[in-house]
T-cell receptor, first 111, second 116 residues
């Protein structure tokens, strides 16, 4: 069974620090990886997509992909209280558009 | 770009009635949309894949006769909850695949259904 694993947290980070969120996946053939943010009571919002090994930066967010280790991470620099949310890692299934979801990591940024 | 809308955002209905939820991709065409359900403090649960012009594909355990899905155009998919019961009360969320990009899924804002 294809799986995506995340630490459920909560992960508590002081304001202004770097938050590091991690995700591992089981399907070695996966090619597309996504990070979503979900605030309580709201729908998921796409933050980052990454398709090749290495780092991809967008503002305060950096996604990192290591296909050999089957590992995806999301770094949030200069964390703000508004970053407090659940972060969902998702991996696109091969052969269709479905996403395999991690259970999410709850991030708390302490002022 | 890549905006998905859902209507209504909230609905309260009586047990035994049917409710229709609309999902629209506003600035792109989506041949594939997904319908999810999420209970409080739980993970997203995929209910079905909606493909334009063809029948939806339902996940195991989801009753296709209870949750009717119609994807009649490249920008609109609808989910009808038939003969709703209180246990159907949940947060229903649709997503649309942006195939012109990197196959990202963009989510609608969700519909909170309460069945009394």
């Amino acid at each position: 069974q294809k799986e995506v694993e995340q630490n459920s947290g909560p992960l508590s980070v002081p304001e202004g620090a770097i938050a590091s969120l991690n995700c591992t996946y089981s399907d070695r053939g996966s090619q597309s990886f996504f990070w979503y943010r979900q605030y309580s009571g709201k729908s998921p919002e796409l933050i980052m997509s990454i398709y090749s090994n290495g780092d991809k930066e967008d503002g305060r967010f950096t996604a990192q992909l290591n296909k050999a280790s089957q590992y995806v991470s999301l770094l949030i620099r200069d964390s703000q209280p508004s970053d407090s949310a659940t972060y969902l890692c998702a991996v696109k299934a091969q052969g269709n558009y479905q996403l395999i979801w991690g259970a999410g990591t709850k991030l708390i940024i302490k002022p | 770009g890549a905006v998905v809308s859902q209507h209504p955002s909230r609905v309260i209905c009586k047990s035994g009635t049917s409710v229709k939820i609309e999902c629209r991709s506003l600035d792109f065409q989506a041949t594939t949309m997904f319908w999810y359900r999420q209970f409080p403090k739980q993970s997203l649960m995929l209910m079905a894949t909606s493909n334009e012009g063809s029948k939806a594909t339902y996940e195991q355990g989801v009753e296709k006769d209870k949750f009717l899905i119609n994807h009649a155009s490249l920008t609109l998919s609808t989910l009808t909850v038939t003969s709703a019961h209180p246990e159907d009360s949940s947060f229903y969320i649709c997503s649309a695949v942006w195939t012109s990009g990197g196959d990202e899924q963009y989510f609608g804002p969700g519909t909170r259904l309460t069945v009394t």
